[in-house]
Structure formats: structure tokens, C-alpha cells
């Protein structure tokens, strides 16, 4: 059953799980792509779980990450080897998960492709994402930014630090027998360790 309420996002690369529970059942997605670069958030960044823990995967910005550019504007600094390294953490983290196979050779394409915006590399990844699940959720550019927008779930000020608040369902994962389990990770995590069934899950 579709959700009525518009959900408005930032463009953020490989979302959280959280993140495709608001949006797997909305009929229309928002993307904000005139705010401002915001550091400390998901904007740039996602993360996973590795042999050692909690694990942040950044994509590094021209300028760093204390610039001033809109998201449709701020550009990755294509200098440093990111992708590939980003690409071996993914491989040598989930190798051996059920699914990493399954999804393996259509995901490194998007590592060896070139992207000169972050906005770029980002719905790529949702894109990605939203294909293999096989949702169909309509997607819409806003040009302007507004503070407050009525009547819409409004995602763009969550971040790291207070998605800790939302429970979490558990389902397995590849190091949670040294770990514990992870909450709150990217949705590739989860798509590794429960593939199929990842759209039930959320």
C-alpha cells in the first residue's frame, strides 16, 4: 500500500535502511537538490559493517567537506582513488555474505564509472538500488530550496548521530558473531545478507 504523503530527501548515496522504509511505500520521492552541503551527514557518505565493526565509507569533495556549494553543485574530487578503494572494502567486507555474489558484477560497474557530482554518484546508487528491489516510486527534482515543506515527510536533517532513536528490526548479519548486531546501516548491507527478501523486510 502506497504511502500519500510526498517524502522529501537529500540525495544520499546507498540511504540507510531506515531511509527505504519511509520511501519503499511512497508513491512520490522529492529530492531536494538545492540545500546546501551539510557535514556530518549522509550526503557523502554510508555506512557498513566490517570484521573490526561500524564502518564509514566517505566520498571525498573538492574543497573538502567545509564548502559552500548546493548539492547540485558540490563535485567530488576525483584526484583520490575513492572508488576503488571503496569498492575492495565492499568486496573484502561482504565476499562471503549470502547474496554479494548475486549483486556483484552489476554493483562494480558503478565504481567504474566516472562521476564529477556528488548528485551524480548518489542516484546512481538509488537507482541501483531501487532496480534490484523492483520498486517503481516516482522521482522529482526540486529546484529551490525551501526551509518547510507542508504536508511531506521530510528526511533531509536526519544523520549519523540521532538515527540511533528508530528501532531497528534484526536480521542477519556476516560478523555479528563478533560483533553483535549493526543497526542502521546502508541498504547494502542488508541486500548482502538477505537479497530477496530485502523489499519484505522493509
Known amino acids: ?45 554510508y555506512y557498513i559493517a566490517t570484521a573490526q565493526g561500524l564502518h564509514c565509507l566517505s566520498i571525498p569533495l573538492e574543497r573538502g567537506r567545509d564548502q559552500r556549494s548546493t548539492m547540485n553543485d558540490t563535485r567530488i574530487a576525483s584526484a583520490e582513488n575513492w572508488q576503488q578503494q571503496h569498492w575492495r572494502t565492499l568486496f573484502s567486507a561482504y565476499n562471503r555474505s549470502p547474496y554479494f555474489e548475486f549483486y556483484r558484477d552489476g554493483l562494480e560497474q558503478l565504481f567504474l564509472s566516472r562521476y564529477d557530482r556528488l548528485i551524480d554518484f548518489n542516484l546512481a546508487s538509488i537507482h541501483w538500488v531501487k532496480k534490484q528491489l523492483k520498486l517503481d516510486f ?53 541486500l548482502f545478507n538477505e537479497g530477496k527478501y530485502t523489499k519484505e523486510f522493509l
Open 1 to 45: 500500500m502506497q504511502n500519500p504523503t510526498p517524502v522529501l530527501s537529500s540525495v544520499w548515496p546507498f540511504p540507510p535502511i531506515f531511509w527505504w522504509q519511509k520511501v519503499v511505500h511512497a508513491s512520490v520521492l522529492h529530492y531536494d537538490i538545492a540545500e546546501h552541503f551539510e557535514k556530518m551527514s549522509y550526503r557523502n557518505r
Open 138 to 190: 516516482e522521482e522529482k527534482m526540486i529546484g529551490h530550496y525551501q526551509k518547510e515543506y507542508a504536508g511531506a515527510t521530510d528526511l533531509r536533517s536526519l544523520k549519523p548521530k540521532n538515527i540511533a532513536a528508530f528501532p531497528c528490526k534484526t536480521y542477519s548479519q556476516v560478523f555479528s558473531d563478533r560483533n553483535g548486531f549493526i543497526p542502521h546501516l546502508s541498504i547494502l548491507d542488508l
